[in-house]
């Protein structure tokens, strides 16, 4: 089993839809991730999770919502989303939050919203 | 602010050297790490710097100098399949990863 999976790894939504991304790490870490990955921009920090309790939120919209019910599984929840959230999300995980541990990424889900 | 500059895009001959620089302007700095992206895949880690100097692995080197705020990877003896962006990110004195919009490395042959 790979380290990091995303499914689904293509979603295609409309703007009243809702949707979940779902995200599993096989590593045993403390800390999972998620991020957006909007062409020819840097990867923006959405939310940061630290066994199971969020330890950041910089600044993401409502329509965006996380969910960590365990330390191995990581939900965003989308709903009302806008044409300009079309993006790569990309979860991640390290050993442990605030330490200089590398990160392990998923594959990504392609979103494009309608 | 905080930022990381990275050239947006180089290209290079196979069996070549490239240089990707990368520099950063941050509040604090605990580390800087280089990840390898493939089009339509996850990023993956190369290398982590703290201290100033080289770290090789391999066909890949990464240098650091903290007091110019400046890194390179090195990337030697070029294959086709080290065509893939290369993203720069600092972690800050809160250990937030800070990234660059990554390089886009084309190889011809």
């Known amino acids: 089993e790979t380290g990091v999976t995303q499914t689904p790894r293509h979603l295609v939504m409309g703007m009243t839809n809702k949707k979940s991304l779902k995200c599993e790490q096989h590593l045993g870490h403390n800390a999972m991730y998620w991020y957006k990955q909007s062409a020819k921009k840097p990867l923006e920090l959405m939310f940061v999770?630290?066994?199971?309790?969020?330890?950041e939120n910089n600044s993401v919209p409502s329509r965006f919502s996380p969910e960590c019910p365990n330390s191995s599984h990581l939900f965003l929840h989308l709903h009302t989303l806008q044409p300009e959230d079309s993006a790569l999300y990309l979860c991640a995980s390290s050993q442990e939050v605030y330490n200089s541990y590398e990160q392990y990424f998923g594959p990504g889900t392609r979103l494009t919203v309608t | 602010g905080q930022n990381i500059d990275q050239p947006t895009e180089m290209t290079a001959t196979e069996g070549a050297i490239v240089q990707i620089n990368c520099t950063y302007q941050?509040?604090?700095?605990?580390?800087l790490f280089w990840y390898q992206q493939h089009a339509g895949e996850a990023p993956t880690f190369l290398s982590y710097n703290v201290l100033d100097g080289l770290e090789e692995k391999g066909r890949f080197s990464s240098f650091l100098s903290r007091s110019k705020g400046y890194s390179y990877l090195l990337l030697k003896e070029l294959q086709m399949k080290d065509s893939a962006s290369y993203l720069c990110a600092v972690m800050d004195s809160n250990y937030q990863l800070i990234w660059g919009a990554g390089t886009k490395l084309i190889i011809k042959p």
């Open positions: 999770y630290s066994l199971e309790e969020r330890v």
């Open positions: 941050t509040s604090g700095f605990n580390g």
